[in-house]
């Protein structure tokens, strides 16, 4: 079943806004005395809320597994609080290297590989997209997004790369769009990622496009949400700039990420498709019901064994915490990492800066109040993104500071997790501003 099919009861209003919650507990980290305290690999003590949160959930037997990582500056590796197990089954623990299903924290990889093209002159921030893809150029656009879809008027602008950037293009989505729209989006296959091998009840089966052209095509002959550079609205477009990002380098879209960012990175446990000699670090994920949680997609039988019909720029990739902690690193690097650069410091700063229209309006959007960059929330000097099973990750760096939470569950508002994560670090945080100041 497609991931964004079990989506549409995944991600609420409410559940993709804290999404991006872990970048105001980033920011208010400021001036805290943590100096030489977090030398330590297992920072747990330094973290005592955080830590307590993460074991009360292990121990219930709510989740198998709540990792949090921490990393400072260019420190090689990331420090961290929690643990647990890869299966609720299974004893073997969770580590920086084990393996997570990071659904839309695949948008700022897919966002940053579009910037190295942008930056290197094969992308234009304000191009039009029919320049890359033809197909884009005369779209129409719904008069009533829930209406049919033959109640159109002309788009009164051609989407550009920054629309697609900061889903502001007026595309769809099978986890936003109602009616006829997403009748079509599950018809002709526009998934956007992948959950399971089994039938989830309640969700009927959606057989992906085959390919990610055929997929661009498809999505090409349906009619906008709403017109271009107005309204801020969570879409398919970070999937759509896969399909951009091979035609204007060349390459198949997960070849690029594997040479211009996992490669250069160290990203060895970054994929699309998890090989099979790979499958014992493989977390298992856990659909939540009535409190209780059941696997859905256990690691040794995952549909992410297989390879992917559409590989989903916005929603598609397995990584581990250290591989993604690298990534992160990269960015505080402003595109550095171990001596290597990655991308220009100017592709980072813009890709990580408010990259919204200015004729986009915000109000009453998850966006209200805030900035949106290249696949990722842009708030003051933060930037990142969370994930449909619970996974958080953002860089601050005003603090020069890398954070991620790594969890496996679905729904994620199911639990109130990341929430309470953030009121348990605010909780440390006090204690030790009362430590500073005593």
């Known amino acids: 079943m497609s991931n964004a099919a079990f989506d549409s009861a995944v991600l609420s209003r409410r559940a993709l806004f804290r999404g991006g919650s872990l970048l105001a507990a980033g920011a208010a980290l400021s001036g805290l005395p943590f100096g030489r305290a977090l030398l330590a690999h297992d920072v747990s003590e330094d973290w005592p809320n955080v830590a307590a949160l993460a074991d009360r959930y292990v121990s219930d037997r709510k989740v198998a597994n709540l990792l949090v990582t921490f990393g400072w500056g260019q420190q090689n590796h990331p420090h961290t609080v929690g643990g647990g197990t890869l299966s609720l089954a299974k004893p073997t623990p969770v580590d920086e290297n084990s393996l997570y299903r990071i659904y839309s924290m695949s948008k700022p990889i897919t966002g940053m590989a579009t910037m190295i093209l942008i930056d290197e002159g094969k992308l234009g921030l304000d191009q039009p997209l029919h320049e890359i893809l033809p197909a884009f150029r005369d779209m129409q656009v719904l008069v009533d997004p829930e209406g049919p879809l033959e109640d159109t008027v002309p788009a009164d602008r051609p989407i550009t790369i920054r629309q697609l950037l900061t889903h502001t293009a007026g595309l769809g989505y099978q986890i936003i769009s109602k009616g006829p729209l997403l009748a079509a989006y599950n018809e002709l296959g526009l998934v956007g990622g992948r959950v399971s091998r089994m039938p ?218 990341r929430d309470e994560f953030l009121a348990a670090m605010e909780a440390d945080m006090s204690a030790k501003r009362a430590q500073k100041a005593a």
């Open 200 to 417: 989830i009840p309640g969700f009927p089966p959606v057989t992906p496009a085959p390919g990610l052209e055929a997929w661009a095509d498809r999505l090409a002959g349906l009619p906008l949400m709403y017109q271009p550079a107005t309204k801020w609205s969570y879409s398919c477009s970070i999937d759509l700039l896969g399909r951009v990002i091979e035609v204007a380098s060349g390459m198949e879209f997960e070849a690029f990420l594997k040479q211009r960012i996992f490669e250069p990175c160290g990203m060895n446990s970054t994929f699309m498709q998890v090989p099979q000699s790979e499958a014992y670090r493989l977390t298992d994920n856990y659909g939540i019901v009535a409190g209780n949680a059941f696997p859905i997609d256990p690691g040794v039988n995952s549909i992410y064994l297989d390879p992917p019909e559409v590989p989903a720029g916005g929603g598609g990739l397995v990584s581990s915490p250290k591989d993604y902690d690298r990534f992160l690193r990269m960015l505080l690097g402003y595109g550095m990492l171990d001596g290597l650069r990655v991308m220009s410091e100017e592709a980072v700063r813009v890709g990580t800066s408010d990259l919204l229209p200015a004729t986009v309006d915000t109000t009453g959007s998850w966006m209200q109040g805030q900035g949106h960059g290249a696949g990722g929330r842009s708030v003051g000097q933060t930037f990142g993104w969370g994930g449909a099973a619970g996974t958080l990750a953002a860089v601050d760096f005003g603090l020069n500071l890398r954070s991620a939470l790594f969890t496996q569950y679905m729904p994620s508002e199911s639990y109130p997790i």
